[in-house]
């Protein structure tokens, strides 16, 4: 009776195994042709500007286990545009008492292999940025979005 149930497990885990296998193979192309069509970049200031929304900038202060402080800036990115957004990439200006730029970074907050952010949708990113120069003014940077992919 054991050799028969130990058949059976057996059996039944092989068929649910096979069934994963094709689901997964069938499924995933359908997921991949949209991912795989090229992501149309818009570095046009005049063009993102009418297109997305920066809103909420804010900074924040935490440590991490080193006991180094780390800011987080954080926003909302809204789009505004009538296409999905799949790619966005936001720049940075730290700026020193003077209001002189004295650090400027650059990184993506949205990829493409992320989900698309819909029209009307918005999007919470944030950014972790350590060791700024000693000289920067503690202000929330002069952010922008530089670069747009639909």
Not at 63 to 92: C, D, G, W
Not at 123 to 145: A, C, D, G, K, M
């Amino acid at each position: 009776m054991s050799e028969q149930r130990t058949t059976i497990i057996i059996v039944a885990s092989l068929v649910l195994l096979v069934g994963l296998v094709l689901g997964w193979a069938f499924v995933a192309p359908a997921h991949n042709e949209a991912a795989a069509s090229p992501i149309v970049v818009v570095s046009d200031a005049a063009s993102i500007e009418s297109s997305i929304q920066l809103a909420h900038l804010s900074i924040a202060t935490s440590e991490n286990f080193a006991r180094q402080k780390i800011y987080v800036i954080s926003a909302y990115l809204k789009n505004v545009s009538t296409k999905p957004l799949r790619m966005a990439e936001v720049k940075m200006v730290f700026s020193d008492y003077d209001g002189k730029p004295i650090h400027e970074y650059v990184q993506k907050i949205l990829d493409s292999n992320q989900k698309p952010l819909s029209p009307g949708s918005e999007f919470r990113f944030e950014v972790r940025q350590e060791n700024l120069p000693r000289n920067w003014n503690y202000h929330v940077p002069t952010t922008s979005i530089t670069k747009v992919g639909y």
